[in-house]
T-cell receptor, first 113, second 115 residues
Framework: AQTVTQSQPEMSVQEAETVTLSCTYDTSESDYYLFWYKQPPSRQMILVIRQEAYKQQNATENRFSVNFQKAAKSFSLKISDSQLGDAAMYFCAYRSYGQNFVFGPGTRLSVLP | ETGVTQTPRHLVMGMTNKKSLKCEQHLGHNAMYWYKQSAKKPLELMFVYNFKEQTENNSVPSRFSPECPNSSHLFLHLHTLQPEDSALYLC??????????????FGPGTRLTVT
């Protein structure tokens, strides 16, 4: 069965600095999708960024980018120029075609002013 | 209304009560999901509906009963719950189609407290 691991339960970053959240996954599939979701305190979970496994180019969305290493089964999220509004739980998720999502346990990110 | 909505946002119920959670998606999606989110635990998938048909029931106790009358609405009927059922219940939807990106869109959740 597929599993998703986030080894950092909590992280903190200074405002305007850069932080990287780690995610590793286990799968025997070659075709799949990877996601990072953000859940701010008492607010809705929203999609931050998505990566298709067949694409070699790392996905980027404004200040958010990923480092996708398919052979290593690693999918880290980099947040540049961190803002107070980036404080949230971040969940890494995996999905292969026709299968359900598998979520990691989450990383709580604090942004220090 | 846009996206995925859930009502009520907060619910306190006794162990002998019967209540229902409602979810509605305004995205034209064909699949809907119920998740349970407890403190310090990963998201737990409870039920999956594809084209109104239940395709997954992850060993959820029978005190939780889902209902999907159409592709836009999803209910979770609750009865004789236990205190350990207190959690945030999240609804999500997705568009399941070949070549799609399959991302899920989440509602704000219902914070359930069982007393």
């Amino acid at each position: 069965a597929q599993t998703v691991t986030q080894s950092q339960p909590e992280m903190s970053v200074q405002e305007a600095e850069t932080v990287t959240l780690s995610c590793t996954y286990d799968t025997s599939e070659s075709d799949y999708y990877l996601f990072w979701y953000k859940q701010p305190p008492s607010r809705q979970m929203i999609l931050v960024i998505r990566q298709e496994a067949y694409k070699q180019q790392n996905a980027t969305e404004n200040r958010f980018s990923v480092n996708f290493q398919k052979a290593a089964k690693s999918f880290s999220l980099k947040i540049s120029d961190s803002q107070l509004g980036d404080a949230a739980m971040y969940f890494c998720a995996y999905r292969s075609y026709g299968q359900n999502f598998v979520f990691g346990p989450g990383t709580r990110l604090s942004v220090l002013p | 209304e846009t996206g995925v909505t859930q009502t009520p946002r907060h619910l306190v119920m006794g162990m002998t009560n019967k209540k229902s959670l409602k979810c509605e998606q305004h995205l034209g999606h064909n699949a809907m999901y119920w998740y349970k989110q407890s403190a310090k635990k990963p998201l737990e998938l409870m039920f999956v509906y594809n084209f109104k048909e239940q395709t997954e029931n992850n060993s959820v106790p029978s005190r939780f009963s889902p209902e999907c009358p159409n592709s836009s609405h999803l209910f979770l009927h609750l009865h004789t719950l236990q205190p350990e059922d207190s959690a945030l219940y999240l609804c999500a939807s997705s568009q399941e189609a070949a070549g799609g990106s399959y991302e899920q869109y989440f509602g704000p959740g219902t914070r359930l407290t069982v007393t």
